[in-house]
C-alpha cells in the first residue's frame, strides 16, 4: 500500500444518502461518515485506533465488521491506487491487428458551400486552420482503401468479425459526388460486404445521391440543428441565409423514396446546441416530424465551447437584440427535460428516443464505470480508426484531422509518430488526472487536448468535467433510489450502429 492514495469520490443524493464511487473498480457503494472515515483513515492509522473511533464517534454497533469488510475491498484492490506507476502502452502492428473497431474515414474535401457560425473551419476557432480548396483525388482515396483493406483483412484473421467501414467525411463531402460513387464501386469490387457512412450538411442531397444511397445502404448522419429558428440561427449559406428549408426539401425526397421502397434504413441526425438554445423546442422538433424521419436517432452534442470567440459573438448578438432566447435557455431548458426524462423512467414508462439522446451520458457513464479502466482513459486506440486528408496524410481521428500526421497513404502508419503521441498523451493524463477520483467517467480524449501544434492539458474541459460528473452521479443514484430498475432501458436503447463505428 505504499504511496498509494484515495482514488474514489463521496457524493450524496438529493435525499441526503452519501455513497462512495470507487475509481479504481467503478464501483459505488452507501458511504455514511463512519464508513468514509474507515476508508480514507485505513492506510495511516492502527486497526484497533480506527474500531475504538469508529464504536466512540459514530457509536458503531459492528465496528468490528465494517473494518473487516473494507479491509477486504481494500486488500482486493479497491479505493487506493499508487499514482507514481505510469505505463503507456506501445502501439505496434499487433495492437493495429487487435483494435476493438475498425474504419476509413475519408476527408473527401475541405470545401464546403456553407459557413455554419460553429463550424471549426469558421473564424470563431482562431487556432485551426480554415476552409480549403483541398479535394480527394480518386488516386488518394484507393491507395488509402487499399492501405485500410489490407489491414482490415489481417484484422479478420486476427478474430476481428466486422465489415470494413468507409466513412465520407468533409468539409461537405456531397460536393464530391462522383469520387463518393468511384470509392463505392471499388470497395464493393474489393469487398462486397463493406459498409459506408457519410456526414453531410443535407443541402446538396438529391435524386442522384438518394439512389445511390439506397442501393448501397448508405448510413446517412444529417446535421440538423432542431426547428427553423434554432438551426437558421447557426447554419447559413455563405450568403447568410438560413438552410434549415433546403435540407427539409431534401430530406422530404430522401425519405419518401425509402418509405415508397419499404425500407427501414435509419437516419441520424447530429444536433448541436449553445447556452442559448431551448432544448424542449429542439425535442419536441423531432418528435413531432417522427412520421417522417423514422427510423431515426439524434445526437445532441455541446457546441465546443474550448479555444473559441464563438460564445462571445453570440453575447454581442444577444445585447443587440437579435436573439430570441437568452443565455439562460439552455440550463433553464435542460432542467424541465430532464425533469420530464426522469419522471418517465422513474415511473417505468419508455421516454421518446429523443430525449435518451440527450442523456446518453448516462449510457456511457455506466459503461465506463464497468471493467479495466483503460490506460488512454476513454480515448480510442489511436490507429482504430484512421482518417485521411485529401493530402493523403494519416490521423487519428476526423476531429483531429489536421495536426498530428500519423503516416500516409505511401508509406502507412508511422508507430514511431503514433507512440509519441501516446507518450505525451498519457504524460498528460498522468500529470493532470492522476488522482482524479473519477476519472473513469471522465470522457476526457486526444481531441480536447489539441492546440494548435501541441497537446496540452485542458483545464477549462477539466474544470467543467469536475462539475458537471458530481451531478451525474448524484442525479443517478437519487433517480435509482426512487427507483432501481430505471436505466435499464438503457443498456436495450439500440444504438445506430454509425455511431458505433465512430466513438470507438
Ligand atoms: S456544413 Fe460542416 S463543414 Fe460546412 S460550414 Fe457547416 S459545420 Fe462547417
Ligand atoms: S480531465 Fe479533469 S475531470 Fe477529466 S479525468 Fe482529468 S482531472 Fe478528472
Given at each position: 500500500?505504499?504511496?498509494a492514495?484515495?482514488?474514489?469520490?463521496?457524493?450524496?443524493?438529493?435525499?441526503?444518502?452519501?455513497?462512495?464511487?470507487?475509481?479504481?473498480?467503478?464501483?459505488?457503494?452507501?458511504?455514511?461518515?463512519?464508513?468514509?472515515?474507515?476508508?480514507?483513515?485505513?492506510?495511516?492509522?492502527?486497526?484497533?485506533?480506527?474500531?475504538?473511533?469508529?464504536?466512540?464517534?459514530?457509536?458503531?454497533?459492528?465496528?468490528?465488521?465494517?473494518?473487516?469488510?473494507?479491509?477486504?475491498?481494500?486488500?482486493?484492490?479497491?479505493?487506493y491506487?499508487?499514482?507514481?506507476?505510469?505505463?503507456?502502452?506501445?502501439?505496434?502492428?499487433?495492437?493495429?491487428?487487435?483494435?476493438?473497431?475498425?474504419?476509413?474515414?475519408?476527408?473527401?474535401?475541405?470545401?464546403?458551400?456553407?459557413?455554419?457560425?460553429?463550424?471549426?473551419?469558421?473564424?470563431?476557432?482562431p487556432?485551426?486552420?480554415?476552409?480549403?480548396?483541398?479535394?480527394?483525388?480518386?488516386?488518394?482515396?484507393?491507395?488509402?482503401?487499399?492501405?485500410?483493406?489490407?489491414?482490415?483483412?489481417?484484422?479478420?484473421?486476427?478474430?476481428?468479425?466486422?465489415?470494413?467501414?468507409?466513412?465520407?467525411?468533409?468539409?461537405?463531402?456531397?460536393?464530391?459526388?462522383?469520387?463518393?460513387?468511384?470509392?463505392?464501386?471499388?470497395?464493393?469490387?474489393?469487398?462486397?460486404?463493406?459498409?459506408?457512412?457519410?456526414?453531410?450538411?443535407?443541402?446538396?442531397?438529391?435524386?442522384?445521391?438518394?439512389?445511390?444511397?439506397?442501393?448501397?445502404?448508405?448510413?446517412?448522419?444529417?446535421?440538423?440543428?432542431?426547428?427553423?429558428?434554432?438551426?437558421?440561427?447557426?447554419r447559413?449559406?455563405?450568403?447568410?441565409?438560413?438552410?434549415?428549408?433546403?435540407?427539409?426539401?431534401?430530406?422530404?425526397?430522401?425519405?419518401?423514396?425509402?418509405?415508397?421502397?419499404?425500407?427501414?434504413?435509419?437516419?441520424?441526425?447530429?444536433?448541436?446546441?449553445?447556452?442559448?438554445?431551448?432544448?424542449?423546442?429542439?425535442?419536441?422538433?423531432?418528435?413531432?416530424?417522427?412520421?417522417?424521419?423514422?427510423?431515426?436517432?439524434?445526437?445532441?452534442?455541446?457546441?465546443?465551447?474550448?479555444?473559441?470567440?464563438y460564445?462571445?459573438?453570440?453575447?454581442?448578438?444577444?445585447?443587440?437584440?437579435?436573439?430570441?432566447?437568452?443565455?439562460?435557455?439552455?440550463?433553464?431548458s435542460?432542467?424541465?427535460?430532464?425533469?420530464?426524462?426522469?419522471?418517465?423512467?422513474?415511473?417505468?414508462?419508455?421516454?421518446?428516443?429523443?430525449?435518451?439522446?440527450?442523456?446518453?451520458?448516462?449510457?456511457?457513464?455506466?459503461?465506463?464505470a464497468?471493467?479495466?479502466?483503460?490506460?488512454?482513459?476513454?480515448?480510442?486506440?489511436?490507429?482504430?480508426?484512421?482518417?485521411?486528408?485529401?493530402?493523403?496524410?494519416?490521423?487519428?481521428?476526423?476531429?483531429?484531422?489536421?495536426?498530428?500526421?500519423?503516416?500516409?497513404?505511401?508509406?502507412?502508419?508511422?508507430?514511431?509518430?503514433?507512440?509519441?503521441?501516446?507518450?505525451?498523451?498519457v504524460?498528460?493524463?498522468?500529470?493532470?488526472?492522476?488522482?482524479?477520483?473519477?476519472?473513469?467517467l471522465?470522457?476526457?480524449?486526444?481531441?480536447?487536448?489539441?492546440?494548435?501544434?501541441?497537446?496540452?492539458?485542458?483545464?477549462?474541459?477539466?474544470?467543467?468535467?469536475?462539475?458537471?460528473?458530481?451531478?451525474?452521479?448524484?442525479?443517478?443514484?437519487?433517480?435509482?433510489e426512487?427507483?432501481?430498475?430505471?436505466?435499464?432501458?438503457?443498456?436495450?436503447?439500440?444504438?445506430?450502429?454509425?455511431?458505433?463505428?465512430?466513438?470507438?
Amino acid at each position: 500500500m505504499q504511496g498509494a492514495q484515495l482514488n474514489a469520490y463521496r457524493f450524496s443524493t438529493e435525499s441526503g444518502n452519501q455513497y462512495i464511487f470507487d475509481n479504481v473498480s467503478g464501483m459505488v457503494i452507501p458511504c455514511p461518515d463512519d464508513v468514509y472515515y474507515l476508508i480514507t483513515h485505513f492506510n495511516d492509522h492502527e486497526k484497533n485506533d480506527i474500531i475504538g473511533e469508529l464504536k466512540t464517534t459514530y457509536n458503531h454497533k459492528d465496528a468490528g465488521g465494517s473494518y473487516g469488510y473494507i479491509e477486504t475491498l481494500i486488500r482486493n484492490g479497491f479505493f487506493y491506487k499508487d499514482p507514481s506507476k505510469r505505463t503507456s502502452p506501445v502501439i505496434n502492428e499487433h495492437t493495429v491487428l487487435h483494435t476493438p473497431s475498425s474504419a476509413l474515414i475519408l476527408i473527401a474535401t475541405e470545401k464546403c458551400n456553407l459557413r455554419c457560425k460553429y463550424c471549426v473551419y469558421s473564424d470563431s476557432y482562431p487556432l485551426i486552420k480554415s476552409y480549403s480548396n483541398k479535394h480527394m483525388t480518386f488516386d488518394v482515396a484507393r491507395k488509402a482503401i487499399d492501405y485500410y483493406m489490407e489491414l482490415h483483412k489481417e484484422r479478420v484473421k486476427s478474430g476481428f468479425k466486422k465489415a470494413p467501414a468507409i466513412v465520407f467525411y468533409g468539409g461537405e463531402p456531397l460536393m464530391e459526388l462522383g469520387l463518393i460513387k468511384q470509392v463505392v464501386d471499388y470497395c464493393r469490387a474489393k469487398d462486397p460486404k463493406t459498409v459506408f457512412y457519410i456526414t453531410t450538411n443535407g443541402t446538396l442531397i438529391d435524386d442522384e445521391f438518394i439512389r445511390l444511397a439506397i442501393e448501397n445502404s448508405i448510413m446517412v448522419t444529417v446535421s440538423l440543428d432542431g426547428n427553423e429558428y434554432e438551426h437558421d440561427r447557426k447554419r447559413v449559406f455563405k450568403n447568410g441565409k438560413g438552410t434549415f428549408n433546403q435540407i427539409i426539401k431534401n430530406l422530404t425526397d430522401f425519405q419518401t423514396e425509402k418509405q415508397k421502397q419499404g425500407l427501414e434504413q435509419i437516419i441520424t441526425f447530429n444536433s448541436c446546441y449553445d447556452s442559448f438554445t431551448d432544448i424542449c423546442q429542439v425535442v419536441d422538433f423531432f418528435e413531432e416530424k417522427r412520421d417522417m424521419f423514422s427510423p431515426f436517432s439524434v445526437f445532441l452534442g455541446e457546441i465546443n465551447p474550448f479555444y473559441t470567440n464563438y460564445y462571445d459573438d453570440l453575447d454581442d448578438l444577444y445585447s443587440r437584440g437579435l436573439l430570441e432566447t437568452d443565455r439562460n435557455s439552455l440550463t433553464n431548458s435542460m432542467s424541465k427535460i430532464r425533469a420530464r426524462f426522469l419522471d418517465d423512467i422513474i415511473n417505468d414508462k419508455t421516454p421518446s428516443s429523443t430525449m435518451y439522446s440527450i442523456f446518453l451520458g448516462l449510457f456511457f457513464l455506466k459503461n465506463r464505470a464497468k471493467g479495466i479502466q483503460p490506460i488512454l482513459n476513454n480515448s480510442c486506440i489511436p490507429t482504430s480508426k484512421l482518417s485521411v486528408d485529401p493530402d493523403g496524410r494519416f490521423y487519428v481521428c476526423e476531429r483531429v484531422n489536421q495536426q498530428f500526421s500519423i503516416g500516409d497513404i505511401d508509406r502507412g502508419i508511422d508507430f514511431d509518430k503514433v507512440n509519441r503521441l501516446v507518450n505525451e498523451y498519457v504524460s498528460l493524463l498522468h500529470e493532470n488526472c492522476g488522482t482524479c477520483g473519477f476519472s473513469r467517467l471522465c470522457e476526457v480524449c486526444f481531441m480536447h487536448f489539441v492546440r494548435d501544434n501541441e497537446l496540452v492539458f485542458n483545464q477549462e474541459f477539466c474544470e467543467k468535467r469536475r462539475t458537471t460528473i458530481p451531478k451525474i452521479l448524484e442525479m443517478v443514484y437519487s433517480t435509482l433510489e426512487a427507483n432501481p430498475r430505471a436505466f435499464d432501458n438503457l443498456l436495450d436503447y439500440s444504438f445506430h450502429e454509425a455511431y458505433e463505428v465512430l466513438i470507438k
